[in-house]
T-cell receptor, first 113, second 113 residues
Framework: AQTVTQSQPEMSVQEAETVTLSCTYD???????LFWYKQPPSRQMILVIR??????QNATENRFSVNFQKAAKSFSLKISDSQLGDAAMYFC??????????FGAGTRLTVKP | AAGVIQSPRHLIKEKRETATLKCYPI?????VYWYQQGPGQDPQFLIS???????DKGSIPDRFSAQQFSDYHSELNMSSLELGDSALYFC????????????FGSGTRLTVV
């Protein structure tokens, strides 16, 4: 069974600063995908960034980047230059080939002006 | 660009009634997933379909059933509704095994009274 753990129920960051959200997962698979999804108050689930387990290079999407440590089964999300619009619930998710996506419990990010 | 369309957006039903939720995936996406998100919880996988065949099953109650039709739209049928079924129901779609992530619809908020 695969499990995704987000140990930070809530995080807070000052506008324009940097914040890192933690995620660990457990799997016996060697090939899989990891994702971060953002869920703002509108409840829409929005894909922020994805990482393929077989790629050593950390994924980057504008102000969002990940620190993927495969051996440690860690997949943290770094948000640089935080903006008010980044305030949301962030879910870490795992998906192995031909299997459904499983989510962590989420981290609620607050951005202070 | 076309997104995943879910209907209705909101639904209020009484206990023991039946509800049908509809999902129209992104054109050319061949896989549909259903998730249930209770208040303050992460999305829980219910069931998925690939090319109109059930591909995976999660924590879906026996009172629920789903199918994917020839035009790839999917319906989630929920019978003998209980108060605990009140939740946000997401549909997502992907091409193939979802290695590029899932695209989620806006969800159907079901309230059972």
């Amino acid at each position: 069974a695969q499990t995704v753990t987000q140990s930070q129920p809530e995080m807070s960051v000052q506008e324009a600063e940097t914040v890192t959200l933690s995620c660990t997962y457990d799997t016996s698979e060697s090939d899989y995908y990891l994702f971060w999804y953002k869920q703002p108050p509108s409840r829409q689930m929005i894909l922020v960034i994805r990482q393929e387990a077989y790629k050593q290079q950390n994924a980057t999407e504008n102000r969002f980047s990940v620190n993927f440590q495969k051996a440690a089964k860690s997949f943290s999300l770094k948000i640089s230059d935080s903006q008010l619009g980044d305030a949301a619930m962030y879910f870490c998710a795992y998906s192995a080939l031909n299997n459904d996506m499983r989510f962590g419990a989420g981290t609620r990010l607050t951005v202070k002006p | 660009a076309a997104g995943v369309i879910q209907s209705p957006r909101h639904l209020i039903k009484e206990k023991r009634e039946t509800a049908t939720l509809k999902c129209y995936p992104i054109p050319r996406h061949d896989t549909v997933y259903w998730y249930q998100q209770g208040p303050g919880q992460d999305p829980q996988f219910l069931i998925s379909f690939y090319e109109k065949m059930q591909s995976d099953k999660g924590s879906i109650p026996d009172r629920f059933s789903a199918q994917q039709f020839s035009d790839y739209h999917s319906e989630l049928n929920m019978s003998s509704l209980e108060l605990g079924d009140s939740a946000l129901y997401f549909c997502a779609s992907s091409l193939g095994n979802g290695e590029n992530g899932y695209t989620f619809g806006s969800g159907t908020r079901l309230t059972v009274v």
